[in-house]
């Protein structure tokens, strides 16, 4: 089970739209749809923002959106804002009850 | 509304365990099962293993597989981990999550820092 990818760092101004990609393998993502995303402020809990690769929770911006293809899931941040700073990681359902997370990215707003 | 909260930070020497407590209320952990998640210092969220739903069967990540310990005790609804052999790359803050409302990690506990040091 190993770490989904995911790119280190993504940073964009307030108002743009940054994407973060976390790609897995025939095992997790490309298998499941079942890929999430958290965020996380330091000091805190992770909060879910993606759950079965597109669907918004209640309460979550819809500024956030999730997308799937083959074995990349995708998440993109529309209308950056300062509150979005924060680390970000994905986590796929790999069968047999099991889950793994992605390598977290760290997101700047400039 | 469900809650799950945790026990307070532990300090350990390398070589011992320890022992965590995650209590829900407000839900069964029969009914949503209850998962383990660590976050090391520089790294990042790492799946461990959990509890399963209906039959509490535990199931853990192959990394953890012999030195990690899941339990639930159905009459205080509280779930518990123990990781033994512990070493310093265990120093970590561990949560506990389940699946209340969708179909991934939607509730969390606010974590337990545990420290690994002689």
């Known amino acids: 089970q190993s770490a989904l990818t995911q790119p280190a760092s993504v940073s964009g101004s307030p108002g743009q739209s940054i994407t973060i990609s976390c790609t897995g393998t025939s095992n997790d993502v490309g298998n499941y749809n079942l890929v999430a995303w958290y965020q996380e402020h330091p000091g805190k809990a992770p909060k879910l923002m993606i759950y079965e690769a597109s669907k918004r929770p209640s309460g979550v911006s819809d500024r956030f959106s999730g997308s799937k293809s083959g074995y990349t899931a995708s998440l993109t941040i529309s209308g950056l804002q300062a509150e979005d700073e924060g680390d970000y990681y994905c986590?796929?359902?790999?069968?047999?009850?099991?889950?793994?997370f992605g390598t977290g990215t760290k997101v700047t707003v400039l | 509304q469900m809650q799950l909260v945790q026990s307070g930070a532990e300090l350990r020497k390398p070589g011992s365990s320890v022992k965590l407590s995650c209590k829900a209320s407000g839900g069964t952990l029969t009914r949503y099962g209850l998962n383990w998640v660590r976050r090391a210092p520089g790294q990042g969220l790492e799946w461990m293993g959990g509890?399963?739903?209906?039959?509490?069967?535990?199931i853990y990540a192959h990394k953890f597989q012999g030195r990690v310990t899941s339990i639930a005790d159905e009459s205080t609804n509280t779930a518990y981990m123990e990781v033994s052999s512990l070493r310093s790359e265990d120093t970590a803050v561990y949560y506990c999550a389940t699946k209340y409302s969708n179909d991934a990690f939607d509730l969390w506990g606010q974590g337990t820092m545990v420290y690994v040091s002689s």
């Open positions: 509890i399963l739903p209906i039959f509490g069967t535990a």
């Open positions: 986590c796929s359902y790999a069968g047999n009850s099991a889950y793994v």
